[in-house]
């Protein structure tokens, strides 16, 4: 790490962008596609105490990807080397606003979590650092467009990696809103809009960070040396762009092999996601939790639930997605590798919080397919669907709300309070199941829809519930 002046500005130095963004810059320099370098600052104050390790150790980390690829267990380390700079803008916060000077500088990449990305009321302090991450983006170009007199060819291009729907067009709401909240002139704010580009992107990979204790030490001990900042990810990448595809020049990703994309519309990208994987985990879920698993791998070594989550994705929701159903397939079967890498232990009761949520955005959708058109939503999507009202048959106890497994076990449902109320009271009604689930399935606070109109489905639900109830016995 020397210092020197970056082309790209990073905001964010935790664990996936340095598994992610970091390591695809490390492999296009490795290959001679690139030249450039890394300047990265966190976006919270809390960060600080990872700014200062990844700057002892001269901005270098080391990166371990392990998972199955092909079927075959792999595991390849990496010391990365992508930063020039690394520093803490809240101590030097002048030294933050001077990369707005860098004629060189191009892009900025962040990654601040979805909580991040969102405009805060602030007040414009000169000497003081902005706390928010959209204020500090704003207070960058509005240095860029006094140094360079607004220049049309310095504007910059950000590539935001935080998880929410066109994360791009938000970051440039919010930098026009602190814009206008802080009087500055109107002729910036167009420069902004004209100039400056917000890209939208989706990116996937599981990065676990930090390994257990006992694991750390047998590489350092194998390595012969520790490392602090040491992060584990999966084989499994992928990073969708929208915007044109030769902005490669800038940003030769895929000329380094690595799986990105950059494509017209988010959409096929973010749909197949939604509804394959997290689908796919929201199917599985409630039905493992209330048959006593644990985790994900755990369910998906067991033929029977294996045999079951493929089969419904296969023939039931590839079928109600608009693509290409080879496409969706192999997308399919990259996602079961994920699921069985042995090297990560992925909570199903993590996954459950907020399934109410979920299973709207998710499943019903996969659902409505069939139940709009006449016909019956098939089997797998029905038993999911059982399951997770039988997951969330809810109990309230001392302010909190209880549900049981098929076994007897307790647990605490994580989710919507006012939501998991209408379910408990629900169940606290004293009449049959079937009438207590009709409401529910009418019920459009909890789904957004009435279901209870669709062809022959709440009677398929009394039935697998039945089915369940009698494992139960």
């Not at 590798?337 to 459950?352: C, G, K, Q, S, V």
Request: glycine share 8%; with cysteine; net charge negative.
């Amino acid at each position: 790490m020397n210092g020197s002046a970056a082309n790209i500005l990073q905001i964010g130095e935790g664990n996936f962008l340095r598994g992610f963004a970091d390591w695809m810059i490390h492999t296009c320099r490795k290959q001679g596609l690139f030249a450039g370098s890394i300047a990265v600052t966190q976006p919270r104050p809390a960060g600080q105490k990872k700014i200062a390790q990844l700057a002892a150790q001269d901005g270098l980390y080391t990166l371990v990807v392990r998972g199955l690829e092909n079927g075959e267990r792999v595991e390849r380390r990496e010391v990365i080397k992508a930063f020039s700079q690394v520093f803490d803008p809240y101590a030097e916060w002048g030294r933050f606003l001077a990369l707005a000077d860098n004629p060189e500088l191009e892009l900025v990449i962040s990654n601040t979590t979805e909580a991040g990305l969102a405009y805060r009321p602030e007040p414009l302090a000169d000497e003081t650092p902005t706390l928010s991450f959209p204020g500090k983006v704003a207070r960058l170009l509005y240095r860029r467009y006094e140094t360079f007199g607004g220049a049309p060819d310095k504007g910059l291009i950000f590539l935001p990696c935080e998880l929410i729907d066109r994360n791009g067009d938000t970051l440039r709401e919010c930098v026009l809103r602190y814009a206008a909240d802080w009087q500055l002139p109107e002729a910036f704010a167009n420069w902004v809009r004209a100039h400056n580009r917000f890209l939208n992107s989706l990116v996937d990979r599981i990065v676990t960070g930090y390994p257990d204790d006992e694991q750390a030490e047998a590489w350092f001990a194998e390595w012969g040396y520790r490392d602090e900042m040491l992060t584990a990810c999966e084989p499994y990448h992928l990073w969708a762009i929208e915007a044109e595809p030769e902005l490669e020049r800038l940003l030769p990703l895929r000329a380094a092999g690595l799986n990105v994309h950059w494509v017209d519309d988010l959409t096929p990208f973010q749909l197949r996601k939604v509804r394959l994987l997290n689908g796919a985990h929201t199917l599985m879920t409630p039905l493992g939790l209330l048959h006593g698993l644990e985790h994900v791998r755990e369910l998906m070594e067991q033929p029977a639930w294996s045999e079951f989550v493929r089969r419904t994705v296969e023939e039931e929701i590839i079928p109600s997605l608009p693509y290409p159903e080879p496409d969706m397939r192999a997308y399919a079967e990259a996602v079961y590798e994920r699921y069985l890498n042995p090297f990560i232990r992925h909570r199903l009761y993590d996954i459950a919080m907020n399934s109410l949520s979920k299973v709207r955005a998710r499943l019903l959708p996969s659902m409505a397919h069939y139940a709009e058109r006449g016909v019956q939503v098939p089997d797998g999507l029905v038993k999911g669907f059982a399951g997770l009202l039988r997951y969330y048959r809810a109990e309230e106890r001392d302010g909190k709300f209880v549900g049981r497994t098929l076994a007897g076990s307790e647990y605490e449902l994580r989710d919507d309070a006012g939501l998991l109320a209408v379910l408990a009271a629900a169940w606290s009604e004293r009449q049959p199941v079937e009438k207590t689930l009709s409401t529910l399935l009418a019920d459009t606070a909890l789904w957004g829809r009435d279901l209870s109109g669709w062809p022959g489905f709440t009677e398929r639900v009394l039935h697998y519930w039945n089915e369940l109830e009698r494992l139960n016995a």
